[in-house]
């Protein structure tokens, strides 16, 4: 068995939902969401599934296929409703025809590539729909603007947005686990 301290942090103290002590087969591969057919999670016991997963209410603002519009409804809900963006350092790589990190990112693994929002904070990303609905096609793109940690939270959110016609807000079991 390979032990990644690359899940945890040096203080020894993982952040939550973390997973360590996986082999090298059990680590997502780099393009490949969790969920997919082949997903990393399939290797994992029941213990590991369990804290590998979080419940959050991921608020959508808008959906479409082009990043463009998208961005640009982004930056005008950020005025409108006072939300602060976050990228995450991502940008629509044309070549590549992805949301991507950077090739120069320091993260290796993921640099050049799509890497989701995981965790709960409320801010304005665009994000591929898939990473947060199974069933929603691989690149369709959501106007994320939060993921919640309960419903009161995500309806709060909703209500900052109201002006945008089709906002909605579902629970999805996100994947929190180790991605190195």
């Not at 360590?20 to 057919?37: D, F, H, I, M």
């Not at 950077?102 to 729909?129: H, K, M, Q, T």
């Not at 309960?150 to 807000?169: C, E």
Request: hydrophobic share 35%; glycine share 6%; with cysteine.
């Amino acid at each position: 068995m390979v032990v990644l301290a690359a899940c945890s942090s040096s203080s020894g103290k993982q952040k939550p939902g973390a997973v360590n002590k996986l082999t090298a087969r059990q680590l997502p591969v780099k393009g490949q969401l969790p969920g997919k057919r082949s997903a990393p999670t399939d290797t994992l016991t029941p213990d590991q599934q369990a804290d590998a997963f979080a419940n959050y209410y991921v608020v959508v603002a808008d959906t479409g296929i082009d990043y463009y519009f998208l961005r640009e409804e982004m930056i005008a809900l950020k005025n409108s409703a006072g939300m602060t963006i976050d990228t995450m350092g991502r940008y629509y790589n044309l070549k590549k025809q992805l949301i991507a990190l950077p090739d120069d990112d320091p993260d290796e693994i993921y640099a050049g590539d799509y890497f989701p929002r995981r965790y709960p904070g409320i801010n304005l990303s665009l994000e591929y729909l898939h990473s947060y609905k199974r069933d929603a096609k691989e690149k369709m793109i959501a106007l994320v603007a939060g993921i919640c940690e309960n419903k009161t939270s995500a309806d709060s959110v909703l209500k900052t947005i109201s002006s945008q016609n089709g906002a909605f807000a579902f629970k999805a079991k996100v994947y929190v686990g180790c991605m190195h």
